[in-house]
T-cell receptor, first 116, second 115 residues
Framework: AQTVTQSQPEMSVQEAETVTLSCTYD???????LFWYKQPPSRQMILVIR??????QNATENRFSVNFQKAAKSFSLKISDSQLGDAAMYFC?????????????FGTGTRLTIIP | DTEVTQTPKHLVMGMTNKKSLKCEQH?????MYWYKQKAKKPPELMFV???????INESVPSRFSPECPNSSLLNLHLHALQPEDSALYLC??????????????FGPGTRLTVL
């Protein structure tokens, strides 16, 4: 079974600084997808970024980028120029490539605090 | 537009009540999901509907009854719930459940309290 581990229950960063959230996963699959979701206090889970395992290039979305290390099964999220609106719970998630398999496996989350 | 809407935002019910949660999307997505999320925990999958048919039921107690009347609408009927069922209930949708790469988009959730 696949597992996703987020070893940092809480992180904090000064506004405008850079922070990296870590995620590791365990799978025997060679092809899969990885996601970072953000859940602010407003509760809505928002997709931050997605990475396909077959792509060597790391995904980026504006201030958000990932460091995907397939051999190490590591998928960290870097947030540059942190803003107050980035404060949220961040969940790493895994989905294997399988027709009709809709299951996401989530990590336990990292609560990110932005210090003004 | 990646909007999934859920009503109500908050719900308080007694253990003998019958209530329903509603989820709607107009993105043409063909898969819809119910998740349960306890405080400070990740979401737990409950049900998945693909093309309006129930495709995954994660051994959820029968006091939770999902319904998918059409491709845009997903309901969760609640009856005889227990206090431990109090949680945030999240709905999600995705475009192509039979596709290889399918991203789920979440609604804002319904905060349920069972007294």
């Amino acid at each position: 079974a696949q597992t996703v581990t987020q070893s940092q229950p809480e992180m904090s960063v000064q506004e405008a600084e850079t922070v990296t959230l870590s995620c590791t996963y365990d799978t025997s699959e060679s092809d899969y997808y990885l996601f970072w979701y953000k859940q602010p206090p407003s509760r809505q889970m928002i997709l931050v970024i997605r990475q396909e395992a077959y792509k060597q290039q790391n995904a980026t979305e504006n201030r958000f980028s990932v460091n995907f290390q397939k051999a190490a099964k590591s998928f960290s999220l870097k947030i540059s120029d942190s803003q107050l609106g980035d404060a949220a719970m961040y969940f790493c998630a895994y989905r294997k490539v399988d027709f009709g398999n809709e299951k996401l496996t989530f990590g336990t989350g990292t609560r990110l605090t932005i210090i003004p | 537009d990646t909007e999934v809407t859920q009503t109500p935002k908050h719900l308080v019910m007694g253990m003998t009540n019958k209530k329903s949660l509603k989820c709607e999307q107009h993105m043409g997505h063909r898969a819809m999901y119910w998740y349960k999320q306890k405080a400070k925990k990740p979401p737990e999958l409950m049900f998945v509907y693909s093309y309006e048919k129930l495709s995954i039921n994660e051994s959820v107690p029968s006091r939770f009854s999902p319904e998918c009347p059409n491709s845009s609408l997903l309901n969760l009927h609640l009856h005889a719930l227990q206090p431990e069922d109090s949680a945030l209930y999240l709905c999600a949708s995705s475009q192509d459940p039979l596709g290889v790469a399918d991203t789920q988009y979440f609604g804002p959730g319904t905060r349920l309290t069972v007294l």
